[in-house]
């Protein structure tokens, strides 16, 4: 009564023993001071992996993991970029993250047809430049920045606004998005500041006791605005702050501690309670990683998944033969696939056809914050 179970199990074994080698690599920080963010997005993508394993030794091939460490610098990510392409069995790339790293490395991947799926890159270069190779599962700064100015000038009625940002592709980006949509609503900008500074604001708060805003908008990543949010409230600057995702982090509460309360964020990754069909990821996640999961994370588990599904299909459209990095990116722009962030399909361009966008409050020190509201958008039309 055994013997089938067994023979399968000698067939599994014998496949995987002759299979090529399939490799996925992810590119996130995975050290450093936004480690915490870069942590999230290997576990997502190592899960989706790990999930596909046995499918691909039933077909013959060994799937492996390859994740990378660009440390959220552009030059680590294109050396990073660089030794992924010359090793011929990496078929796709789950990242990067950092629209500043992912920016540069694309035209490395580009040069040899190698598919990125992006869990979080929301730069609107990062699309428009109409590489065949980049897709991403996340939405865009050009609408995320404009949803987090319309709640700011019209739920909470802002009415002298300083942007800071940090000087980077992503931090700048939105930014700039989201000053242009405040103007536009007749709110008041009343500065527009790049600081690369991480550890003392003293000078940027004294301007900000001479501008007088009622609300600071930081665009740029956790470690930095944590430290930033922490600091003015330190010394008695009560403005509202607000930043976009690169708060998306439990991090962000540890850095800024108490100061964190009131504040609000808009992400393009919603909390892991508002996707039912994230649930079950949670609980898998949890028990293979010992720790709760981010959304980030999420999103990281989808584009793995969209990256799995096109060089499967890449696979059955070879004949069971493995497929070419061309067959593989071909492939990848194609897929429909049902996320656990929800339907996931790409334009001509690479842009998810419909992303979430939410704004979150922290009433409390504590990660997640609450979600106040969301919407789901198309991305703009290409210009």
């Known amino acids: 009564m055994k013997t089938a179970p067994l023979i399968l199990s000698f067939l599994l074994c014998t496949a995987a023993a002759r299979g090529e080698v399939i490799k996925i690599a992810s590119g996130s920080m995975l050290s450093g001071p936004q480690a915490s963010l870069g942590e999230m997005v290997k576990l997502g993508a190592q899960l989706a992996i790990e999930e596909a394993q046995p499918r691909f030794r039933a077909l013959g091939f060994d799937l492996q993991f390859a994740p990378q460490d660009d440390q959220a610098q552009p030059d680590v990510g294109v050396a990073v970029a660089r030794r992924l392409v010359n090793d011929p069995d990496v078929l796709a790339i789950v990242g990067h993250f950092n629209s500043g790293v992912t920016i540069p490395t694309s035209e490395v991947y580009k040069d040899v047809n190698l598919a990125m799926v992006t869990p979080g890159s929301t730069n609107p270069r990062v699309t428009e430049r109409g590489l065949h190779n980049i897709n991403r599962v996340c939405g865009r700064d050009d609408v995320q920045g404009p949803v987090g100015a319309e709640f700011a000038v019209t739920d909470l009625k802002a009415k002298r606004i300083l942007v800071v940002h940090d000087k980077t592709a992503y931090g700048q980006g939105i930014a700039n998005a989201f000053r242009d949509r405040v103007a536009a609503l007749g709110g008041t ?31 740029g990543i956790y470690d930095q605005g944590g430290v930033l949010l922490k600091q003015m409230r330190e010394r008695k600057i009560e403005a509202i702050f607000m930043g976009p995702d690169g708060l998306e982090s439990s991090a962000f509460v540890d850095i800024a ?6 504040a609000y964020y808009t992400t393009v990754a919603g909390p892991v309670e508002k996707y039912p069909a994230a649930q079950q990821f949670a609980t898998t996640f ?66 998810r056809m419909a992303a979430d966008y939410w704004i979150i409050h922290f009433t409390e020190a504590k990660y997640p914050g609450t979600p106040i509201k969301s919407i789901s958008s198309a991305p703009p039309a290409r210009r």
């Open 189 to 219: 900008v009343v500065g527009f500041i790049g600081t690369e500074e991480k550890t003392n604001f003293q000078s940027l708060i004294l301007q900000m006791r001479a501008l007088k805003p009622d609300l600071v908008y930081f665009g």
């Open 257 to 262: 501690q108490n100061a964190v309360v009131g």
């Open 286 to 351: 949890a028990a293979r990683f010992g720790r709760a999961p981010e959304a980030f994370a999420l999103y990281a588990y989808d584009a793995a998944r969209v990256a799995l599904t096109g060089i499967e299909m890449a696979i059955e459209k070879n004949e069971g033969r493995r497929p070419t990095r061309i067959q593989v990116c071909e492939a990848v722009r194609t897929v429909e696939l049902d996320g656990i962030t929800g339907p996931i399909s790409f334009n001509e361009n690479g842009d």
